[in-house]
């Protein structure tokens, strides 16, 4: 949409030097409109076999409302960030599976997923360890991901995409899927996406986000305080 204004994160809680800029080239929302695409059409496969409960998070009301493949796409040009997860916002999760992946023998076998869900998540794996490395801000507007996590993508070898892929395919979930505001938002949205109500959809999605990455700084600050006490 060209009517669009740049796409930047609002300040993070807390001490920051933060200025207003771009965080998303014209390249990378193309991309992740794709990708947006590519996971409702996913979804809504799922749904037709009777099998979205492989993606949490997602309420099939939700997948109904896509009808119009133009409606979907004009909906998924006007958010800044991915409606699918897979454990961004958690370092630790994405430490531990990238160690075990790059072990010499990695004794803990994948668990069986749908091929379908383990391609796609091995092309949001080439996605996110694309912006950690060369657009960090980028990443964490697109996936919320934690800075933790964003150091781990940083290490990942290219060799280890199919690898992690299997390994984190069965953590496909819908974004802020125990937000039901959001998905209902999403939900008539989906049925008619004109400018006012993907703008609405925008800004609840970065609101939600915001909060969230508000209330992991908190958490993270308390060890760190008790530490020094």
């Known amino acids: ?84 997860d897979l454990r961004f916002d958690d370092g630790s999760f994405w430490e531990s599976q990238i160690a075990a992946a790059g072990a010499v023998q990695d004794g803990e076998p994948a668990l069986v997923v749908d091929e379908r869900i383990v391609g796609f998540a091995r092309t949001v794996i080439m996605l996110a360890w694309h912006l950690a490395q060369t657009r960090a801000p980028g990443a964490i507007l697109m996936f919320g991901m934690a800075p933790a996590t964003i150091g781990a993508f940083a290490s990942l070898p290219v060799a280890a995409f199919d690898g992690i892929a299997r390994r984190v395919a069965a953590s496909l979930t819908a974004r802020f899927g125990s937000r039901a505001r959001f998905w209902l938002q999403f939900e008539g949205c989906a049925a008619n996406p004109d400018d006012k109500s993907v703008s609405v959809l925008q800004q609840l999605g970065l609101q939600i986000q915001g909060a969230e990455s508000a209330r992991l700084q908190a958490l993270q600050r308390r060890p760190r305080r008790a530490a020094l006490g």
């Open 1 to 84: 949409m060209n009517r669009q204004q740049p796409l930047a994160l609002a300040p993070p809680a807390g001490n920051a030097d933060w200025s207003e800029r771009t965080l998303l080239d014209a390249a990378t929302r193309k991309t992740l409109c794709s990708m947006n695409l590519a996971f409702l059409n996913l979804a809504a496969e799922l749904a037709e076999e009777g099998r979205l409960k492989l993606i949490s998070g997602l309420p099939p009301r939700a997948v109904d409302a896509l009808i119009d493949p133009e409606a979907q796409q004009r909906l998924c040009e006007g958010l800044p960030y991915a409606l699918f």
